[in-house]
């Protein structure tokens, strides 16, 4: 694609191609595991599945596109993309994550990967800078900006920049879940790698469970291809198709989530029931000029403190009836999540108090639905708690 036109246009038409043996404009699923060859080792580009596979092949080109890379992996799930890149690490090396990080991303570095030898340092990049941690170990610099689920804004660029002073250099990753690439570009802010949960707004209709990786670097995506194809981590055909066509509707989508988030946010402000709300495009968030600099929008993604204790968040978490209760996010369906019982409930009790994931904490995945029906759902169910 014309790296000179419009995000929506490279989300309808990059990667997608006319099938040529009929024309077709839609891509193909092709569920196939391997592939007839003219003689040994002479093929039309694919082999075998797990290597590559024509609809990933057009899924990657994309998702490249969509974030301004060069190449793209489409992994099983957004985990999967994760323990890729740490598959670049040897026993001995660290990582520095922000702390407020998705809890299975916590639970891989904690659980997984310590018993490795790769020792996680978890801190708040908003007010500590990884030199604090960093020594001749540091090998990762695991940013998720908005994060999961306080929506702390972290300094992409000063970070970047930082890392780029550094010897040896780490890579900073950059997971681009909550923003999407509708607003928010990490490699133009010197990321080395972008990751998302293509389950999520990618994929935007809650019936894929996949991930993805993004680099500019040539050596970097063949390091990570020769991981991904050792160990199997790859999208399948269908699911690829899927996150495909959800891609083509992306900034639609993302337009209105913002728009309803927005509406929500300012509701929930002035909500009696509502302690405090945390959202990326209110004046009142800790990092709302951070945000405004490096977002070009701020996304669908709402946190809030209700007023008491578990039992007034269970009560309103059992009174909702537009909002759906369950895990995840991203998808066309307004969500409603309590953290430390559901999405974070891997990490451990003291660090989420630590944190500020408390009992009364609530994530809200704004929908595309009727603004109006959703602020109602959401008055209705706080007066009832």
């Known amino acids: 694609m014309d790296g000179r036109q419009h995000f929506e246009t490279i989300a309808v038409h990059a990667g997608v191609h006319p099938d040529p043996s009929n024309g077709a404009i839609m891509t193909p699923i092709f569920a196939t595991s391997t592939y007839v060859q003219k003689s040994p080792g002479h093929h039309q580009g694919y082999d075998y599945s797990r290597t590559n596979n024509p609809t990933r092949t057009a899924l990657e080109e994309s998702l490249a596109a969509l974030e301004g890379g060069k190449h793209a992996l489409a992994t099983s799930s957004g985990c999967t993309a994760t323990d890729i890149i740490m598959h670049l690490l040897d026993s001995g090396d660290e990582v520095i994550s922000c702390d407020d990080v998705y809890g299975g991303t916590s639970r891989l570095f904690r659980t997984i990967w310590s018993r490795l030898g790769v020792k996680t340092h978890f801190i708040d990049m908003c007010s500590i800078s990884p030199a604090a941690v960093t020594n001749a170990k540091t090998r990762v610099i695991w940013i998720e900006t908005p994060t999961n689920p306080l929506l702390k804004v972290i300094d992409i660029g000063k970070i970047c920049s930082w890392a780029q002073t550094q010897s040896p250099r780490p890579l900073v990753v950059v997971d681009n879940t909550f923003a999407s690439p509708y607003f928010q570009k990490p490699l133009a802010l010197g990321a080395d790698i972008v ?38 981590g790859i999208a399948g055909p269908f699911d690829s198709w899927l996150v495909l066509r959800g891609i083509k509707t992306l900034a639609l989508r993302m337009q209105r989530h913002e728009q309803n988030a927005t509406a929500i946010a300012r509701f929930l402000e002035k909500h009696p029931k509502v302690e405090r709300v945390l959202y990326p495009g209110l004046s009142s968030h800790p990092q709302y000029a951070v945000a405004k600099q490096q977002m070009s929008g701020f996304g669908g993604m ?38 430390a019982i559901m999405t974070h409930a891997s990490i451990p009790p003291e660090t989420r108090a630590k944190l500020g994931i408390s009992d009364s904490l609530v994530r809200l995945s704004v929908g595309i639905e009727n603004a109006e029906d959703l602020m109602g759902d959401l008055d209705q169910a706080l007066r009832a708690s």
């Not at 998302?196 to 291809?225: F, I, M, P, Q």
């Open 195 to 232: 990751l998302h949960s293509t389950t999520k707004y990618l994929n935007g209709h809650s019936d894929v469970v996949g991930g993805a990786l993004v680099v500019n670097d040539d050596e970097l995506r063949k390091r990570l291809h020769h991981v991904q194809n050792s160990m199997g």
């Open 302 to 339: 709402v946190t809030f403190f209700m007023k008491g204790d578990m039992g007034n968040a269970r009560k309103f978490l059992e009174s909702i009836k537009v909002f759906s209760l369950a895990e995840s996010l991203g998808g066309v369906e307004s969500l409603v999540d309590h953290p």
